[in-house]
């Protein structure tokens, strides 16, 4: 009898999981159907032109980028296209790709979201976006476009993404700080700041503040002393991060720390970057929300300039985000108008008010971008700026590159030692 | 017999339903699902098109160099912070327990606060509190003005010094967990207990003893138990303090499997670390987990 | 007891205070100082300006009020539910003997011990697929239900200390299953319920990633979602994000004060037990 019962209930128990399992195929059905419903319901919609079509859009704008973003640049598209209504969300950055995850593989994703332009190699390969090439007037908009923050959404033969607003870090040098140097304006070349950073030692600053090992933080300085990571189409590791120059940029940054020149921030010491250029810094390098979130204060006491030049010129590295479309969007042609929309000229000089620079190449060679008062010089940088390699496996690569990085400058290999092994390494991750 | 067991049966059907329903659907399922996972290269956005992999992962992770780090390095955190958290707390109760103290709320409150304060916000307040150089207030405290130190330490650039900081975030924050629970249990020993022991002539340390601390040992079991299943989920805090840093000898397995998962998306590598993971948990605890069931105290 | 240890215990309970409340102090120092995209040194912490703005800001930002509303429905509300469904579970392990009893708390104890991180997907699968993605009952049924395998292992070890006499009472006046479950064993434990309560409450308070995952409209956030909002992809005001900490802290320490004054009164059993 006992046994009878125990049968019982474990098959219950299974009929139980059976529903829970059956409930999820039975909902993908469902959901199957909402589409072609909500898709008959729009085209209903069409004919009956009062009801607008609801869009949704993630984005990680900061406070002030949000505020502009939805009383000025979202009342301007809504004016021009009053069917299509556009809900835009802030996402904590927290987290960010786990949401993108669950959304995707949940069928709850948004139809747009404004992305790292680092990440959409990553989720391109994953199958979660949609490639544009074949989109109504998509020549048109590429054209505006400047080529190498466009080149961040291209994987594989196909464009999955339209560049935002892109971005890059110039050096920002403490005014005082180059007053007490000897120095007039900011030094050009990479030895006159090794030169006047030696004489600041003695007073217990630091000459040079880079922000990490990590290639945000290292990569302008490793390729502005020569060093490379790959080749130009970013298919071979070996022979570029290993070769003669990039061991020499590598150790010239091991060597500049060793003697004391760079501040404590490379291996996340104290004072931050932030708090250093205040007195203790001459020069820390940072993105142009440097200026735009502490505002006048930064601008009193910093001035920015392109990066001092070296053996690889002045080279420092691309940023930004992209607008990526996903394949569950449920209005592809809507959100590609609001795609379009935000690629055009007036839409990208009003956000360039906060500090994000236009990739429309109208935009940012307007009047209204070039007297924001500290965008000047990132344009400028922007013009020999490099992408990190643009590739879907850029998370473990970045980690590789940290890593020898980090031993190097910490002592614990030579630099020849570590970029052999991350060169191996990262070619492997390349494949 | 057989129809008494059925009648039992049929008497605890309503009040286990619910539960096992919840459990079944929102626990065992993702559970079922992560191990079928496991086995697979998997695809999470086409599930469809995942590759079978059979028993791979597992041999991968027993031929990583950095998931035998990461599992060395949880499990100093448990051998480290369970005892730490279990000694503090218990010790605390037991003050605050202690019949002449006045203000029992307030200092339970007090201890408690810690619990209550979200990670994140207490781990960005630990990094800086162990910042090195004159900044952090650790060094400020030890060096500058006790004199304790003889120079600034730089707290997270040193792999056992980095750890220590995650540590001591793990006790400090763990202790009012382990205090609440044993003064509730604490407060549950009928005081006739003790009027007896008195009337023994029994000392405070011999009442601890024969008496507190062996009606506190399903509690205590509870306690323990709970704790090792936290030391093995402890994430949040190196994510945030260290990120695994320096030189990722601090990562631990959960920090692990979500880099595997979330940044590098290979979720079948992520399950069968956490697979792994839950199994070694489990058979951890397995002796303790049969005297929960059986350890009848009568009153 | 000499004074003596009495001054002892008195003074280890205080330096464990000071122990416990030295980063809050510093969290609250910070929180009423300005210009903080880098933590203060203690020393100037001391000598900076004090003022609460960063607390009007955080209440005004990021829709913060209604986030807090919010939160304060939804962690109440799973914590009701998971009191009931956790209490009616625990009291069915405790109590009766069921075929698999045994088999299905060792299943509850492993649920515990595999991490959840990677649940979330399966997860977020079902309650698409009840249709209840954007809405506080498909949050709250997800809280709850995950809640319960770790709530009835801590339940069914005070549930049994209870005296199974004392069920005799009861059955004598006629009374059921349920009649014994409600008068006997939840009044009972009021002590566990309320600590397992509190649990509950801060747990479902501080959530943060289910919450983001299941809610997609920003009205219906909750409070860390907001909390999340202040740190700034490039930089984070530590300042506006303490005060925000702040204001998030203090009702869990209300509710703390509140339901702790319960199990203090009610110290079980003292008569009940002899019986």
């Known amino acids: ?431 | 017999m057989t129809k008494k067991y059925f009648k039992q049966t049929w008497d605890v059907f309503p009040f286990l339903i619910l539960g096992l329903i919840g459990v079944a659907v929102f626990v065992i399922f993702p559970l079922l699902k992560g191990i079928y996972m496991s086995f697979f290269e998997y695809n999470v956005l086409f599930p469809k098109e995942s590759i079978f992999v059979g028993l791979d992962n597992y041999i991968r992770a027993f031929h990583d160099q950095k998931f035998y780090l990461s599992l060395r390095n949880t499990l100093l955190y448990g051998v480290v912070t369970v005892p730490g958290q279990w000694v503090f707390g218990i010790f605390i109760a037991i003050l605050i327990n202690a019949k002449f103290i006045k203000n029992k709320v307030l200092f339970r409150t007090v201890y408690y606060v810690p619990v209550i304060t979200s990670w994140v916000v207490v781990s960005f307040l630990f990094k800086y509190l162990f910042s090195d150089g004159k900044y952090g207030l650790i060094n400020f405290i030890f060096y500058e003005k006790l004199h304790l130190l003889t120079h600034p330490v730089s707290w997270l650039q040193n792999e056992w010094t980095a750890m220590i900081v995650i540590w001591t975030l793990g006790i400090w924050k763990g202790i009012g967990w382990v205090m609440i629970i044993y003064l509730a249990a604490l407060q549950s020993i009928p005081r006739h207990f003790y009027e007896a022991a008195a009337i023994d002539g029994a000392k405070a340390r011999q009442v601890f003893q024969f008496i507190t601390l062996p009606l506190l040992k399903p509690t205590t079991i509870f306690v323990i138990i709970n704790l090792i299943i936290g030391s093995f989920n402890v994430f949040i805090q190196v994510l945030l303090i260290t990120n695994g840093g320096p030189l990722g000898r601090t990562e631990v397995l959960l920090s692990y499997m979500y880099k595997q998962a979330f940044n590098f998306f290979d979720f079948g590598y992520a399950s069968a670390i956490s697979v792994t993971m839950g199994i070694m948990i489990f058979l951890v605890t397995w002796g303790q987990q049969k005297t929960i069931g059986k350890e009848k105290i009568e009153f | 007891m000499s004074l003596f240890w009495k001054v002892v215990v008195y003074l280890l309970l205080i330096i464990g205070v000071f122990i416990v409340l030295t980063p809050f102090l510093y969290m609250l120092l910070t929180s009423f100082t300005q210009d903080t995209f880098s933590l203060p040194h203690p020393d100037e912490l001391l000598k900076a300006a004090k003022s609460f703005d960063n607390y009007i800001e955080a209440w005004r930002k990021n829709d913060f009020q209604r986030y807090f509303l919010n939160s304060v429905f939804v962690a109440t509300t799973t914590t009701v539910f998971a009191l009931f469904f956790s209490s009616m579970t625990a009291y069915a392990f405790a109590r009766f003997q069921f075929p698999l009893k045994e088999f299905l708390f060792r299943l509850f104890l492993f649920t515990m011990m595999v991490p959840g991180v990677l649940n979330i997907i399966p997860q977020f699968t079902v309650i698409k697929s009840l249709g209840l993605v954007d809405t506080y009952s498909g949050l709250l049924l997800l809280y709850v239900g995950v809640g319960i395998a770790g709530n009835t292992f801590f339940l069914r070890g005070f549930f049994e200390r209870i005296p199974k006499e004392l069920e005799e009472s009861v059955i004598i006046d006629g009374g059921g299953k349920w009649t014994i479950y409600r008068h006997i064993y939840l009044p009972l434990s009021k002590p566990s319920l309320a600590t397992l309560g509190i649990f509950t409450f801060s747990g479902a308070w501080d959530e943060f990633f289910i919450a983001l995952t299941i809610l997609k409209t920003e009205a219906k956030r909750t409070l860390p979602i907001a909390l999340q909002l202040f740190q700034g992809q490039h930089a984070t005001k530590w300042g506006l994000v303490f005060a925000a900490s702040i204001i998030a802290i203090v009702p869990i320490i209300l509710i703390f004060i509140i339901f702790q004054k319960k199990f203090v009164q009610s110290t079980t059993g003292e008569g009940a037990v002899k019986g």
Not at chain 1, 113 to 128: H, N, S, T, Y
Not at chain 1, 157 to 162: A, E, I, P, T
Request: glycine share 8%; net charge negative; charged share 25%.
């Open chain 1, 1 to 431: 009898m006992k046994k009878i019962i125990r049968i019982v209930l474990i098959s219950m128990l299974i009929v139980c999981l059976g529903i829970v399992s059956f409930g999820c195929s039975n909902a993908k059905d469902t959901t199957n159907q909402d589409v072609t419903n909500e898709k008959t319901e729009a085209d209903k919609k069409e004919e009956t032109p009062k009801d607008p079509i609801t869009i949704e859009f993630w984005h990680t704008y900061s406070d002030t980028e949000e505020v502009i973003f939805n009383e000025q640049v979202l009342p301007l598209f809504e004016e021009k296209y009053p069917l299509i209504k556009v809900e835009a969300t802030r996402m904590p950055y927290e987290g960010l790709k786990q949401q993108v995850i669950a959304g995707v593989a949940g069928d709850a994703a948004p139809d747009l979201m404004r992305m790292d332009i680092i990440w959409v190699p990553e989720f391109a390969k994953l199958g979660a976006l949609t490639s544009l090439d074949g989109k109504e007037g998509f020549g048109d908009v590429k054209n505006q476009l400047f080529p190498g923050p466009l080149a961040t959404n291209f994987y594989n033969g196909n464009y999955y993404g339209l560049p935002l607003n892109t971005n890059t870090k110039v050096a920002i040098y403490n005014k005082e700080l180059l007053k007490e140097a000897g120095l007039s304006e900011p030094p050009k070349t990479f030895d006159q700041l090794i030169e006047v950073s030696k004489a600041l030692k003695s007073k217990g600053k630091f000459g040079i503040g880079i922000g990490g090992t990590g290639p945000w933080g290292s990569l302008p300085y490793f390729w502005t002393f020569g060093g490379r990571v790959t080749d130009d189409q970013f298919t071979k590791a070996s022979g570029y991060l290993n070769s003669p120059e990039s061991i020499a940029a590598l150790e010239k940054i091991v060597e500049l720390n060793n003697e004391g020149l760079i501040a404590p921030t490379i291996l996340g010491g104290e004072p931050g970057t932030w708090d250093g250029i205040k007195e203790n810094y001459l020069m820390i390098d940072d993105g142009p929300w440097f200026y735009s979130i502490l505002g006048d204060e930064a601008l009193n006491l910093t001035t920015p300039a392109p990066l001092p030049t070296d053996d690889g010129g002045s080279v420092s590295v691309v940023g930004g985000e992209d607008l990526v479309m996903f394949k569950t969007s449920k209005h592809p042609e809507e959100a590609w108008t609001f795609m379009k929309f935000l690629m055009t000229e007036e839409p990208q000089t009003i956000m360039a008010q906060t500090g994000l620079i236009p990739t429309n190449q109208k935009a940012a060679s307007s009047d209204e971008v070039l007297s924001v008062p500290f965008i000047k010089p990132y344009i400028e940088q922007l013009k020999t700026a490099q992408p990190r390699t643009p590739h879907p496996n850029w998370e473990k690569i970045q980690e590789s590159l940290n890593l020898a990085f980090e031993k190097a400058v910490r002592g614990e290999m030579s630099a020849e030692d570590a970029l052999n092994e991350a060169a191996q390494e990262v070619d492997g991750f390349l494949e």
